[in-house]
């Protein structure tokens, strides 16, 4: 018994100055940690810089960084455990990862699917900060390009954030990658009124509305699109530019439909209201209806 415990004696003493002599390196190991933590948000900062001066693009520049980021801090810790002389941790922590990765992989292939695709659409992607886009069924304004998400405002004022792999994978339309947008309204005008008088008038209308754009590649033009009840319907389409997509595009529609209907009263153009049919049915010979008089009002 007493042997037992004089062993254990000898062991605890030699760990205990095994660890008074490790002291040191625990502590520059700790402060190689706080270092490099310091350390990796400086080179980010640089990275930021460097990247400044090729692109302009803070989706790139933001999810980049925050890699860097990562990959020094990863290399601080690797770094820290073989100065402490647990260099067999560090070495053991590698291997479990590479292992662990592989494990994970299929556990979360999800996560690791995302993270890929954010660097994908790092370097080429089909939309900036504060394009408006629709991914899927999902509309709004482009906000954020994170490592496993794209953060997407919606216009009635939501955040959605989107797996990266659903924009690798699935259609996204832009609405302002080059600035222009098409719009178009129906307006209905009388049967007995000159359809292509009021092709005239209105297109003209439209063309001088403010916000309007026309070139050779963005052309405003009016057609006839259906027969109406009571209406020959004639559709407009004209062009916007902005990257204000929801307001000033909006806008710039308000103010064509009140030109576009200013110029049809002017030019004695009508825009006549449902025509409703009354049918009478068997045997009836008038239609029930009686109408209140009070002479007071008269």
């Known amino acids: 018994m007493i042997d037992t415990i004089q062993v254990f004696e000898q062991s605890l003493e030699t760990y205990w100055n095994a660890f008074v002599a490790s002291i040191p390196k625990i502590i520059l190991a700790i402060l190689i940690i706080i270092a490099g933590f310091l350390l990796a948000n400086v080179i980010s900062r640089l990275f930021k810089k460097t990247i400044l001066l090729k692109t302009q693009d803070p989706l790139m ?71 408006t886009v629709m991914v899927d069924t999902i509309f709004g304004k482009i906000t954020a390009l994170e490592f496993r998400y794209t953060k997407l405002k919606t216009f009635d004022g939501r955040d959605v954030y989107i797996p990266n792999s659903d924009i ?44 309007v754009i ?48 200013q110029v049809i009263m002017e030019n004695g153009l009508n825009m006549p209201a449902d025509i409703t049919e009354i049918k009478l049915y068997g045997s009836q010979t008038s239609i029930p209806i009686s109408v209140d008089y009070d002479k007071k009002d008269h």
Do not use: Q
């Open 214 to 261: 026309e070139n050779h590649d963005h052309e405003c033009f009016v057609v006839v699109d259906s027969l109406g009840v009571s209406t020959v319907n004639l559709k407009i389409l004209f062009w916007t530019k902005t990257k204000e997509y929801r307001k000033r595009a909006m806008e710039v529609k308000s103010g064509v439909v009140k030109n576009v209907k």
């Open 61 to 131: 520049i933001n999810f980049l960084s925050k890699t860097v980021k990562l990959g020094v801090i990863i290399s601080i810790l690797m770094l820290a455990l073989n100065v402490a002389g647990l260099g067999g941790v560090a070495a053991g922590m590698l291997t479990a990862a590479g292992a662990g990765a592989v494990i994970i992989g299929f556990a979360f292939k999800d996560v690791g699917e995302n993270f890929i695709s954010g660097i994908i659409l790092s370097f080429s992607r089909p939309f900036d900060v504060n394009d």
């Open 168 to 211: 690798i994978k699935k259609a996204v339309y832009n609405y302002t990658e080059d600035g222009y947008f098409r719009l178009d309204f129906l307006v209905g005008i009388d049967y007995d009124d000159d359809i292509e008088t009021a092709k005239k008038v209105i297109l003209e209308a439209v063309r001088n509305s403010e916000g």
